[in-house]
C-alpha cells in the first residue's frame, strides 16, 4: 500500500470510519462509479455511502460526473477519487491546526493562571482568580498559582513542527 493509500484511508476514516474505509477501496478499486455500484460492491448501505461521498466531496477529494438517464430523466452520479488533492487537504488542515495552537500559545504567554490543589482541573486565569478573591468557586480552598512554562513549551514544539512540515 502506498503513503497516498494511507493518506487517504486515515482521513476516510476521519470522516466515516470503517464504512468510509470500505467505500474508499471500493471506488479505488472501480476506478469510476455511482454511488449504487460502490454499495454493492464494498456491501455498505446505499444511503452510507452516499454521506461519505458527499463529505469526501465537499472537501474535495472526489469528484461527480452528472449523467441524465434518458429513460427516467434522473440524473446519474459517477464518482471518482481525486487523489492529487489530498496534499492541499492535509495542508489546509494542517494550517487550520497551526492556527489554533498559535491562538493558544499566545494566550498561555499572555495570561497567569491559578489551580485549586483539591481540584486540580480548575484552572483560571488572573482576572477570574481575582474576582473570587483568590478562592476555589468550588470549594472555597485558596487558589495557588500555576507555573504553565510546560505547556509554552509544548504548544512550541508543536508549533515548530508543523511551520517545518508547511514549509517543505
Same mark, same amino acid.
Given at each position: 500500500m502506498s503513503v497516498l493509500d494511507e493518506e487517504l484511508i486515515k482521513i476516510a476514516k476521519l470522516f466515516g470510519g470503517d464504512e468510509a474505509i470500505t467505500v474508499i477501496k471500493s471506488l479505488k478499486k472501480l476506478g469510476e462509479g455511482t454511488d449504487e455500484i460502490i454499495a454493492n460492491d464494498c456491501a455498505v448501505r446505499l444511503n452510507t455511502v452516499r454521506k461519505v461521498l458527499y463529505k469526501l466531496y465537499d472537501h474535495g477529494l472526489v469528484s461527480c460526473t452528472r449523467v441524465r438517464d434518458e429513460k427516467t430523466g434522473w440524473f446519474i452520479f459517477y464518482w471518482r477519487l481525486q487523489p492529487d488533492q489530498l496534499d492541499a487537504f492535509i495542508r489546509s488542515r494542517k494550517k487550520r491546526a497551526l492556527d489554533k495552537l498559535k491562538t493558544r500559545l499566545d494566550y498561555e504567554r499572555n495570561h497567569t493562571f491559578f489551580i485549586c490543589k483539591t481540584d486540580i482541573d480548575m484552572r483560571v486565569p488572573f482576572e477570574? /482568580?481575582? =474576582?473570587? %478573591?483568590?478562592? +476555589? /468557586?468550588? +470549594?472555597? !480552598?485558596? @487558589? =495557588? %498559582? @500555576?507555573? !504553565? /512554562?510546560?505547556?509554552? %513549551?509544548?504548544l512550541e514544539s508543536k508549533i515548530e513542527r508543523l511551520e517545518a512540515e508547511l514549509s517543505r
Open positions: 477570574e /482568580a481575582m =474576582e473570587t %478573591s483568590f478562592k +476555589c /468557586a468550588k +470549594c472555597g !480552598n485558596q @487558589l =495557588e %498559582s @500555576l507555573e !504553565n /512554562a510546560e505547556i509554552v %513549551s509544548v
